[in-house]
């Protein structure tokens, strides 16, 4: 969109997708991590000075529309705290504000708001509040795209997904674009995750298990060390007959776990799983703190593994440290808990010193990106990408069917 003609944009209704996806705190409603955001907004104001009638449309969290009322969708996933960030960034002279639906009647009327010859930009709300979203109906998309001219996708975080606002609308607009965020990302990470200097080293945790266990069996295949922490560990440990307590696991997973693991073997990939965990009584505080090794011996009721132990952190530091290119994705444990949050902590370090010894690193996904910004060990990094899911899928080497249909040829369409 940058080489577009100056006043290509001026006066067209741009639509323009974005990864608002971002961290909330639940008690404030404050954003706690705005690097999203921020990583997006040169393209946002690119668009404001080229004249465009700018709609935000974003996705946020994981509503249920088909379980949840809209209230209680709106209680827990709505864009506001973005929209009173965005505020602040834009100014009120270009930013309208959050329409209360991201198509139908609320959100043409919002559009309809950014009167030709204004520059102002106005941000849907969470695109997930219709089932037709993620389930990409053709009805979902075509309402989408019925209130712009132009759509412009910049959400990298993403591309992984064949959902309405990503690729669904794509078959209803006149015109697509990817955005600078899509392309700057593809340059930084496609070399280097697609044919990565090998050693390559993964440490993967976080909570969306049951997403990112098949995840760990494509990474087996492909990199040279895979290092698991978070609560996704928890199903691997209990699939080797270790005792996890009361830590949440995915029991339809243990059987592909433990093929996972022979593989892992047969090919070599180290593999390494926490040899100690720190133990809590409850998720939410520290309570009746314990590390200890891990055990087949049944513990004690109301055990929940909130982080990697200190044996366990050495293990990952010395094995990826080995490593010439190292990614990381999700916290090794629930680390927005300070007295939880040494092993992403010790993973952040490790990350900061193999960069500082000459390996290529490579953070992506919210969480792990907040960790090492919060622990001020951000600088040496190589690339801090705005895609979590989506930057593991170039790894596993999938395709992106969020960037396959926005440059497909017109002469593809006619095929
Ligand atoms: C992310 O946080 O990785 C992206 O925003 C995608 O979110 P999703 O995994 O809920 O699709």
Not at 208 to 213: E, F, G, L, M, R
Not at 323 to 352: H, Q, Y
Request: negative net charge; aromatic residues 6%.
């Amino acid at each position: 969109i940058a080489t577009k003609s100056a006043d290509y944009f001026t006066g067209k209704r741009v639509l323009l997708r974005v990864d608002f996806n971002v961290p909330v705190d639940d008690a404030t409603g404050i954003v706690t991590d705005s690097s999203r955001i921020k990583a997006v907004l040169p393209t946002i104001k690119l668009l404001l000075q080229r004249g465009s009638r700018l709609i935000l449309a974003s996705h946020f969290g994981r509503p249920e529309p088909k379980k949840q009322t809209r209230q209680q969708m709106a209680a827990l996933y709505s864009l506001r705290p973005v929209a009173a960030l965005l505020q602040e960034e834009l100014g009120s002279g270009a930013f309208r504000g959050l329409a209360a639906d991201c198509i139908g009647p609320d959100a043409e009327a919002a559009v309809g708001g950014l009167q030709p010859g204004q520059v102002r930009a106005v941000l849907l709300e969470n695109t997930r509040f219709h089932a037709g979203d993620t389930a990409n109906s053709q009805d979902f998309a075509r309402a989408l795209a019925a209130l712009c001219d132009v759509f412009v996708n910049d959400a990298f975080g993403v591309v992984h997904r064949d959902q309405g606002s990503v690729t669904g609308i794509t078959s209803f607009v006149p015109e697509r674009y990817p955005g600078p965020l899509i392309r700057r990302e593809l340059a930084e990470l496609a070399d280097r995750l697609y044919d990565p200097v090998r050693p390559l080293g993964v440490v993967l945790g976080g909570a969306k298990v049951a997403d990112k266990i098949g995840v760990v069996a494509a990474l087996v295949e492909v990199a040279d060390v895979v290092a698991v922490g978070g609560r996704m560990a928890f199903t691997l440990l209990a699939a080797t007959g270790v005792s996890v307590g009361s830590t949440q696991i995915e029991e339809d997973w243990l059987e592909p776990c433990r093929h996972m693991m022979s593989r892992a073997a047969e090919r070599g990939t180290r593999l390494l799983l926490p040899s100690d965990v720190l133990w809590s009584s409850s998720l939410e505080r520290p309570e009746h703190l314990d590390t200890t090794g891990v055990t087949p011996l049944t513990l004690d009721c109301c055990r929940y593994g909130v982080d990697i132990g200190p044996e366990t952190m050495d293990t990952f530091r010395r094995e990826l440290l080995t490593c010439r290119t190292i990614f990381w994705n999700g916290p090794m444990g629930k680390f927005e808990v300070p007295e939880f949050s040494a092993g992403t902590v010790a993973v952040a370090r490790t990350l900061d010193e193999a960069s500082q010894s000459g390996a290529v690193t490579i953070i992506g996904g919210g969480d792990s990106v907040a960790a090492v910004t919060a622990a001020g060990l951000s600088t040496h990094i190589t690339h801090i990408s705005t895609g979590g899911g989506a930057s593991l899928e170039l790894i596993e080497g999938k395709g992106m069917p969020g960037l396959r249909t926005l440059l497909r040829t017109e002469s593809q369409e006619e095929q």
